[in-house]
């Protein structure tokens, strides 16, 4: 990633809470210079503690015209986490905000209508460098912002472009979320081997890798999802009698996520509100 003009200009970073930090991280690792990055967060963990031991700014003072600010606390501490950065907007500097719910058209009310604001949902195996962030921006965006924020985000991870900023509730249910569906999965696929006779410590073992190896796989493999499953289910064996309780249509998997997925995105409009 090209990070000469945040380098150059600066990157301030609002709430470093498990995902801000996460991302820090990635960027610090893509070489981010900490003297080029201020961070504003009230309850700052012992890791930001130590960057800032090493040169970057935490809670004093503010670059005036930073390439970059990035948005990363809580929806319901929005009303009184912007005002500390509002007399950023208008100028050359870029709002990103990661924030779950919170619409385009607030931030265009907090900091101006002509400010460049860019809305992105990350994930948290960005910390490992294996995010995805989906992107949008508002009307006065440029190329050269997306890009800007492309090449930030994508220091952590993919990077897609929505088509707008409809969609963004819906990826907030599906990858925004998802991690942690996954790790649920994790945490009832060991129950039930405990269930069938396990000890806990084998049982969370044998879940942890599973789902672990299998996402590696289906992030190696060239075969798509369905073919990767194929490859597992012998006819008549005891993956298809598994398959057959977890495709069940009404009770299954499709029918569960579906529900979850829909309640995380119907959570993500009633918070942009
Ligand atoms: N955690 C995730 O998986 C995830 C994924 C995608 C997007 N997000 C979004 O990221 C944002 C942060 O989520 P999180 O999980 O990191 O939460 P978090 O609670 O871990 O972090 C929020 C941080 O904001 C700080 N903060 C509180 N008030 C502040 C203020 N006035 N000024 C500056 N900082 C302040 C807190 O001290 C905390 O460190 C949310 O808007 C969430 O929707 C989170």
């Not at 319901?76 to 385009?104: E, K, N, S, W, Y």
């Not at 996402?215 to 060239?222: K, N, S």
């Amino acid at each position: 990633m090209n990070l000469d003009m945040i380098n150059r200009r600066g990157l301030v970073l609002l709430g470093c809470g498990k995902m801000g930090s996460a991302m820090l991280e990635g960027w610090l690792g893509q070489g981010l210079r900490p003297e080029a990055t201020w961070v504003i967060d009230p309850h700052p963990s012992d890791w930001l503690k130590g960057v800032a031991a090493n040169g970057l700014t935490l809670n004093d003072g503010m670059p005036d015209a930073p390439a970059v600010v990035l948005i990363a606390v809580k929806p319901q501490m929005m009303g009184a986490a912007l005002p500390q950065i509002a007399g950023f907007g208008g100028g050359d500097t870029l709002i990103v905000t990661v924030a779950a719910g919170t619409t385009i058209a607030t931030y265009e009310a907090a900091f101006g209508a002509g400010t460049h604001i860019v809305r992105a949902m990350p994930n948290t195996p960005a910390a490992v460098g294996r995010g995805i962030t989906a992107i949008t921006g508002n009307a006065v965006t440029t190329p050269a912002d997306l890009d800007l924020a492309e090449a930030l985000l994508s220091a952590v991870g993919q990077v897609v472009r929505l088509e707008g900023e409809h969609q963004m509730d819906a990826v907030t249910a599906v990858s925004g979320s998802g991690p942690a569906y996954v790790f649920h999965l994790i945490e009832a696929l060991a129950a039930a081997g405990e269930a069938e006779g396990l000890p806990a410590e084998l049982a969370m073992q044998l879940a942890r890798a599973t789902v672990t190896g299998a996402g590696e796989l289906a992030h190696r493999a060239p075969e798509t999802a369905e073919q990767l499953r194929i490859n597992v289910t012998s006819p008549g064996g005891t993956t298809a009698a598994a398959l057959s309780v977890l495709m069940e249509p009404d009770t299954g998997f499709p029918a569960l996520l579906r529900r979850a997925v829909k309640a995380a995105a119907d959570r993500g409009r009633s918070l942009g509100k």
